[in-house]
């Protein structure tokens, strides 16, 4: 098995791990305020995870610092966005949106790179865009404030998975993780005390959600992105994200009995075809298939 192979499944796994993270979100948001529950959720996994990777938080140079604190900054922009926008979307609208994401990273990644972008993330994207507005518009066209916000959200995650593969080729990848997830918390705490009256939660069931959410999709997701992206590109890696919203979808049917409508299962489909095409290689499919076609 190759290094590509197994970043490729370890970040499958990821990605099933953040398809539940909606759900589990949403349960923890009917208890708690935003910020709150994300000051919570993330000083939890900055903590797990620097006791277990306390070597590497006690070797960390300049240079890790400073990109763990960059890309936290817009991963706690992306977070705060989703979160607050879950208050008033539901589960499997807010995981098809924010996998809005993947279309998007193949043209900021030629914006930043003042390169254009080929032609099947033009068409990806214009599927998309379609696809949103089947997925998130009403009847006289107005757009949920919940859904704008995950809308956003989106491109600040398309940010982070670009930034992410970028930099953690340079520095400690599981320090530079660690740092982002406490930058998330620090900010999430600042905001909580200034804005929310926070609050420690009780119940097993908020309890439960937290801490899947703090060990499994929080510290373990993203030391496992930002160690195996290294072996493998951030296109690659948006691919892969693709199965996120129908994780999403799927979880949000079974523990909340949420159900798109004729639209939104339209809207659905789009955004996913728009993120396969831009992101699939289709000189390497046709090349293979005319491979296969001249060996009969």
Not at 34 to 56: E, G
Not at 57 to 84: H, P
Not at 240 to 255: D, H, N, R
Not at 271 to 285: A, V
Request: charged share 10%; aromatic share 10%.
């Amino acid at each position: 098995m190759t290094k590509q192979l197994k970043a490729d499944l370890a970040l499958l796994g990821v990605t099933i791990i953040w398809g539940s993270s909606f759900v589990l979100s949403k349960n923890a948001l009917d208890y708690l305020p935003t910020f709150n529950f994300l000051a919570i959720r993330f000083i939890i996994a900055a903590i797990l995870s620097s006791i277990v990777f306390y070597k590497n938080m006690c070797s960390i140079k300049k240079d890790t610092l400073k990109y763990g604190v960059l890309i936290g900054l817009i991963l706690f922009g992306g977070y705060a966005l989703q979160t607050v926008g879950l208050n008033y979307t539901t589960a499997s609208k807010s995981g098809f949106i924010t996998g809005f994401s993947v279309v998007i990273v193949p043209v900021l990644s030629a914006l930043l790179l003042k390169q254009n972008p080929h032609k099947e993330a033009v068409i990806g994207v214009i599927l998309a865009i379609f696809g949103l507005g089947f997925l998130t518009l009403n009847s006289t066209l107005q757009l949920n404030i919940g859904d704008l916000y995950t809308l956003i959200a989106a491109v600040m995650f398309a940010l982070h998975i670009i930034t992410v593969g970028k930099y953690t080729v340079k520095v400690d990848s599981i320090a530079m993780a660690i740092i982002q997830i406490a930058v998330v918390g620090i900010l999430s705490l600042f905001v909580t005390f200034t804005i929310e009256t926070p609050i420690i939660p009780k119940g097993f069931e908020i309890w439960s959600s937290i801490l899947i959410l703090s060990i499994l999709a929080t510290s373990g997701a993203f030391i496992i992105q930002n160690a195996m992206q290294k072996f493998t590109s951030p296109t690659h890696t948006a691919l892969i994200y693709t199965g996120e919203p129908v994780f999403s979808a799927l979880f949000a049917f079974i523990l909340l009995g949420e159900r798109l409508n004729r639209q939104g299962v339209l809207g659905s489909i789009l955004i996913l075809s728009g993120m396969l095409i831009s992101e699939l290689d289709w000189k390497r499919f046709f090349a293979i298939s005319r491979k296969k076609e001249a060996s009969k």
